[in-house]
């Protein structure tokens, strides 16, 4: 089936710094990108949906200025997570559709800020 | 976007054959439904998509009634590497983000 890639699989930063998660899909071309969180125990939530070429859109309470998305290409999004903080740390997910009916999710990244 | 209900978890030994039943009421005319399987720190992994009937694959089989109203996912004599968190989850097309329910916990126990 489709692949999805993300790097990297655990980061870790100090509070106050930014950092970037890179999603990819490596056999088909992305229209649409989404990015999830997901904290211990719990199910995904989605954060946002990015289309190429225009602006992710955001769902209701999720931060736009602090979880900057940026889907410059057809296999490429970007999670940028500026001034982190420890409420931060999260296992983030992105899944890709190359416009047919399944979504292929990407392995998740663990971010811990300390 | 269609909710989904399903058994928070269920046990199982090893060799059974294991089914989880999923209520999708106001399931869409354009949705399909579609499970994942999760394990802990790693992303869903698709493991079945159905639109209506039974659909099968080399490691499960979907059945669909015909109301569309509610599915069931087979899994054919569990191991424990099948133990795992099973999501059920309706959406008309592959841009349509997935909202995820909580999911049942699986456990296979030798």
């Known amino acids: 089936g489709a692949v999805v890639s993300q790097h990297p699989s655990r980061v870790i930063c100090k509070s106050g710094t930014s950092v970037k998660i890179e999603c990819r899909s490596l056999?088909?071309?992305?229209?649409?990108m989404f990015w999830y969180r997901q904290f211990p125990k719990q199910s995904l939530m989605l954060m946002a949906t990015?289309?190429?070429?225009?602006?992710?859109?955001?769902e209701q309470g999720v931060e736009k200025d602090k979880f900057l998305i940026n889907h410059a290409s057809l296999t490429l999004s970007t999670l940028t997570v500026t001034s982190a903080h420890p409420e931060d740390s999260s296992f983030y997910i992105c899944?890709?559709?190359?416009?047919?009916?399944?979504?292929?999710f990407g392995e998740g990244s663990w971010l811990t800020v300390v | 976007l269609a909710k989904t209900t399903q058994p928070i978890s269920m046990d199982s030994y090893e060799g059974q054959e294991v089914n989880i039943t999923c209520s999708h009421n106001?399931?869409?005319?354009?949705?399909?439904i579609t499970w994942y399987q999760q394990f802990p720190s790693q992303g869903p992994r698709f493991i079945i998509q159905?639109?209506?009937t039974k659909v099968t694959n080399e490691v499960a089989s979907l059945f669909i009634p015909a109301d569309r109203k509610s599915s069931t996912l087979s899994l054919p004599r569990v191991s424990l590497s099948d133990t795992a968190v099973y999501y059920c989850?309706?959406?008309?097309?592959?841009?349509?983000?997935?909202?995820f329910g909580k999911g049942t916990r699986l456990s296979v126990i030798a």
């Open positions: 990015s289309n190429e070429g225009s602006k992710a859109t955001y």
């Open positions: 159905g639109y209506k």
């Open positions: 056999d088909f071309q992305a229209t649409t």
């Open positions: 106001n399931i869409a005319t354009n949705d399909y």
């Open positions: 899944s890709a559709t190359g416009g047919g009916n399944t979504i292929y």
């Open positions: 989850l309706v959406g008309d097309t592959g841009n349509t983000p997935l909202v």
